[in-house]
Nanobody, 123 residues
Framework: VQLQASGGGLVQAGGSLRLSCAASGRSFGSRVVAWFRQAPEKEREFVAAISGGATAYAPSVEGRLTISRDNSDTTVNLQMNNLKPEDTAIYYC???????????????????WGQGTQVTVSS
């Protein structure tokens, strides 16, 4: 499945952004969909994931970010509230293979990746 990420931008600390990950040409089906992020000179890290009714979050974003799926199952959103400067990174959406429903927090478990969208939080 091809993925298209959007919604990044520049926001002040404490502000909000909503990222979207759209599946091109098909629904996500039962795939796990996740968001990862990569800051300059840092490794890519897990942010959040959704599989059916289950969600998982990195401890650093718990309570501030919410991942959700739309009813058409073609878009996964990441609502980001109370943003902090340390949230600044390129955000990538990713999907596991068809029929795989277990959430993993490692990037190598994901086979489809979007192009990334920049999120910058100023202090």
């Amino acid at each position: 499945v091809q993925l298209q990420a959007s919604g990044g931008g520049l926001v002040q600390a404490g502000g909000s952004l909503r990222l979207s990950c759209a599946a091109s040409g098909r629904s996500f089906g039962s795939r796990v969909v996740a968001w990862f992020r990569q800051a300059p000179e840092k490794e890519r890290e897990f942010v959040a994931a959704i599989s059916g009714g289950a969600t998982a979050y990195a401890p650093s974003v718990e309570g501030r970010l919410t991942i959700s799926r739309d009813n058409s199952d073609t878009t996964v959103n990441l609502q980001m509230n109370n943003l902090k400067p340390e949230d600044t990174a390129i955000y990538y959406c990713a999907a596991r293979g068809a029929g795989i429903t277990v959430i993993h927090r490692t990037s190598r478990s994901y086979v489809s990746w979007g192009q990334g969208t920049q999120v910058t939080v100023s202090s």
